[in-house]
């Protein structure tokens, strides 16, 4: 296997006394897509928020590219320049047009010449489709043109990883395709991917590694067809006939 | 049993035609009754000039044409000072203030919202600004500076025009006021923003100054030109410091020629001040409510 990107080992994160993560551990390669499913509230939003440091945890450990990302000299802003993230809202940043929201980031995050950053964003839109929407306004979009922004978004600050919460979940039924087609392209391109989603067959198509994760609990974890085909676990089992 | 909240199964056809009293007011009644009524209303407040015993008194004067003329234009001939002379300082006034009210207000709010363990005694003093600031009246305000500065004996900021230490007044008072409409401006931001900010690497600073600030400010531009609006008015406080401004010059003219004219011409120049601005803030505030409708 190629080098270890991401690492977590025994994370625990509370919420008050509410444990939603308890001593979760995984390892994330280069190239790799590994897709975290489980039902609601299972702590795949707050696994994908703690790795990119959006939420502090309170045990265990985690890591990217080897450096434990609890050290007290890492700087959180440069972490994330790492991590794309991609949320299930698409938080896209109404004020500015759309070549804007993809600029935000190389411009005021990495410091880059606007006019460099610029005819790189705009090959970002023309792989989605979008490039003649450049100068409008998000809420002009449709859902699924704003999701797909929002991950080229995340891409212009060419991260080592993308981490994706849910991003199809709050899509028209019909907008769903268009969002995962884009994210399948990313996954034959290698792009290294931590996805949280309900889309299974999606997740059997694109992962390498499925993690299933219930009460905070990873309770399996392994290759598509084992996880899929041949669940050791009973909850796994009883997740997936709900599911189907 | 049959319940009350049966359908009613009944034959009957229902009648949907407006009692005949309501229907007085319908089409063109309705313009002709509305222009009738206007006309009652305003006719009876005017009428209280006419009709009451100092009526005539009143009419003559506040509102004695020759006199506001007078007033507004002044006479060099005997000393007398005219309201128009007084505009400038008051337009000066309260657009230098709200340049520095606007830098000052988002300056608070955005210190109240830093987490970084330095500014913890500028969090502090921010939080005790607004407390005091919004609780002490901008008259109060006014003398407290225009007559403590001069006093403390400490340089240039000791030897300053009234004007000068009302526009420090306004500014003080109104950065309180500001600060707390673009705080919650900054409140009214989805946290999502937040959170797509900081996760494109941005730092805490870079998300308040291109994410956050300016959808705060877009969102209380309406409660901002209200408190804009009462600032233009509050210029007149200033007179108390012996600033000649509009208000200043009506009072002298009053007491010169004992005819109270010259404060209608006051009241006149305030309102045509403010009259476009709050038009324009109504106008802005419809707006942004038929586009959050239309957006949601």
Same mark, same amino acid.
């Given at each position: 296997?190629?080098?270890?990107?991401?690492?977590?080992?025994?994370?625990?994160?509370?919420?008050?006394?509410?444990?939603?993560?308890?001593?979760?551990?995984?390892?994330?390669?280069?190239?790799?897509?590994?897709?975290?499913?489980?039902?609601?509230?299972?702590?795949?939003?707050?696994?994908?928020?703690?790795?990119?440091?959006?939420?502090?945890?309170?045990?265990?450990?985690?890591?990217?590219?080897?450096?434990?990302?609890?050290?007290?000299?890492?700087?959180?802003?440069?972490?994330?320049?790492?991590?794309?993230?991609?949320?299930?809202?698409?938080?896209?940043?109404?004020?500015?047009?759309?070549?804007?929201?993809?600029?935000?980031?190389?411009?005021?995050?990495?410091?880059?010449?606007?006019?460099?950053?610029?005819?790189?964003?705009?090959?970002?839109?023309?792989?989605?489709?979008?490039?003649?929407?450049?100068?409008?306004?998000?809420?002009?979009?449709?859902?699924?043109?704003?999701?797909?922004?929002?991950?080229?978004?995340?891409?212009?600050?060419?991260?080592?990883?993308?981490?994706?919460?849910?991003?199809?979940?709050?899509?028209?039924?019909?907008?769903?395709?268009?969002?995962?087609?884009?994210?399948?392209?990313?996954?034959?391109?290698?792009?290294?991917?931590?996805?949280?989603?309900?889309?299974?067959?999606?997740?059997?198509?694109?992962?390498?590694?499925?993690?299933?994760?219930?009460?905070?609990?990873?309770?399996?974890?392994?290759?598509?067809?084992?996880?899929?085909?041949?669940?050791?676990?009973?909850?796994?089992?009883?997740?997936?006939?709900?599911?189907? | 049993?049959?319940?009350?909240?049966?359908?009613? @199964? +009944?034959?009957? !056809?229902?009648?949907? =035609?407006?009692?005949?009293?309501?229907? /007085? $007011? &319908?089409?063109?009644? #309705?313009?002709?009754? @509305? +222009?009738?009524? !206007?006309?009652?209303? =305003?006719?009876?407040?005017?009428?209280? /000039? $006419? &009709?009451?015993?100092? #009526?005539?008194?009143?009419?003559?004067?506040?509102?004695?044409?020759?006199?506001?003329?007078?007033?507004?234009?002044?006479?060099?001939?005997?000393?007398?000072?005219?309201?128009?002379?007084?505009?400038?300082?008051?337009?000066?006034?309260?657009?230098?203030?709200?340049?520095?009210?606007?830098?000052?207000?988002?300056?608070?709010?955005?210190?109240?919202?830093?987490?970084?363990?330095?500014?913890?005694?500028?969090?502090?003093?921010?939080?005790?600004?607004?407390?005091?600031?919004?609780?002490?009246?901008?008259?109060?305000?006014?003398?407290?500076?225009?007559?403590?500065?001069?006093?403390?004996?400490?340089?240039?900021?000791?030897?300053?025009?009234?004007?000068?230490?009302?526009?420090?007044?306004?500014?003080?008072?109104?950065?309180?006021?500001?600060?707390?409409?673009?705080?919650?401006?900054?409140?009214?931001?989805?946290?999502?923003?937040?959170?797509?900010?900081?996760?494109?690497?941005?730092?805490?600073?870079?998300?308040?100054?291109?994410?956050?600030?300016?959808?705060?400010?877009?969102?209380?531009?309406?409660?901002?030109?209200?408190?804009?609006?009462?600032?233009?008015?509050?210029?007149?406080?200033?007179?108390?410091?012996?600033?000649?401004?509009?208000?200043?010059?009506?009072?002298?003219?009053?007491?010169?020629?004992?005819?109270?004219?010259?404060?209608?011409?006051?009241?006149?120049?305030?309102?045509?001040?403010?009259?476009?601005?709050?038009?324009?803030?109504?106008?802005?505030?419809?707006?942004?409510?038929?586009?959050?409708?239309?957006?949601?």
């Amino acid at each position: 296997m190629s080098e270890v990107v991401l690492e977590l080992d025994g994370v625990v994160k509370r919420f008050a006394d509410n444990e939603v993560l308890r001593g979760v551990s995984l390892k994330l390669h280069r190239h790799e897509v590994a897709c975290l499913i489980g039902a609601s509230g299972s702590g795949k939003s707050t696994l994908l928020r703690c790795a990119n440091l959006l939420e502090t945890i309170d045990g265990g450990s985690i890591s990217l590219f080897g450096q434990p990302l609890g050290d007290r000299r890492i700087d959180p802003d440069l972490v994330r320049r790492h991590m794309g993230m991609v949320f299930q809202s698409f938080n896209l940043f109404p004020h500015l047009s759309v070549i804007d929201n993809i600029l935000l980031g190389p411009v005021y995050a990495l410091k880059r010449k606007r006019a460099d950053a610029y005819d790189e964003a705009l090959a970002l839109l023309d792989r989605i489709g979008l490039r003649d929407r450049a100068d409008e306004y998000p809420e002009r979009l449709s859902g699924g043109q704003q999701q797909r922004v929002a991950i080229v978004r995340s891409l212009a600050m060419q991260p080592s990883l993308l981490l994706l919460d849910e991003v199809t979940s709050a899509l028209d039924p019909t907008l769903v395709g268009e969002v995962l087609d884009l994210l399948t392209d990313l996954a034959h391109n290698g792009t290294t991917m931590l996805i949280a989603t309900h889309e299974m067959n999606f997740a059997r198509d694109v992962a390498q590694q499925i993690v299933f994760l219930e009460k905070g609990v990873l309770v399996e974890q392994g290759a598509p067809d084992q996880v899929f085909n041949h669940p050791r676990e009973e909850a796994t089992r009883k997740f997936l006939e709900r599911v189907r | 049993m049959k319940l009350k909240t049966d359908v009613d @199964s +009944s034959d009957a !056809t229902p009648n949907l =035609f407006a009692p005949r009293r309501r229907r /007085l $007011f &319908v089409g063109k009644r #309705g313009i002709a009754a @509305s +222009s009738l009524s !206007t006309a009652i209303v =305003f006719g009876l407040i005017v009428s209280v /000039l $006419f &009709v009451t015993p100092g #009526g005539a008194t009143v009419r003559y004067a506040f509102f004695n044409p020759h006199e506001m003329w007078v007033a507004w234009i002044g006479n060099p001939r005997i000393g007398l000072l005219a309201i128009r002379d007084g505009i400038f300082t008051n337009v000066w006034m309260f657009l230098v203030s709200e340049v520095l009210v606007l830098a000052l207000g988002i300056s608070i709010a955005w210190i109240r919202f830093s987490q970084s363990p330095v500014f913890v005694p500028f969090r502090l003093l921010a939080t005790l600004y607004t407390d005091i600031l919004r609780g002490v009246p901008t008259l109060l305000v006014v003398m407290i500076v225009g007559y403590g500065l001069p006093t403390l004996n400490f340089g240039f900021l000791s030897h300053q025009s009234p004007a000068v230490y009302g526009v420090i007044a306004l500014t003080l008072n109104y950065s309180a006021y500001v600060s707390e409409v673009i705080r919650a401006g900054i409140f009214s931001v989805p946290h999502g923003q937040l959170l797509a900010a900081r996760s494109l690497g941005l730092t805490q600073t870079s998300t308040m100054r291109r994410v956050i600030l300016p959808q705060a400010i877009r969102t209380v531009i309406p409660p901002l030109l209200n408190d804009f609006i009462s600032l233009q008015k509050d210029t007149a406080l200033v007179s108390i410091l012996g600033a000649i401004e509009v208000t200043r010059a009506a009072q002298i003219f009053s007491a010169t020629v004992f005819n109270e004219s010259g404060l209608t011409v006051a009241a006149l120049f305030f309102l045509a001040l403010t009259i476009p601005m709050t038009r324009y803030t109504d106008r802005l505030m419809a707006r942004d409510r038929a586009r959050r409708l239309a957006g949601s």
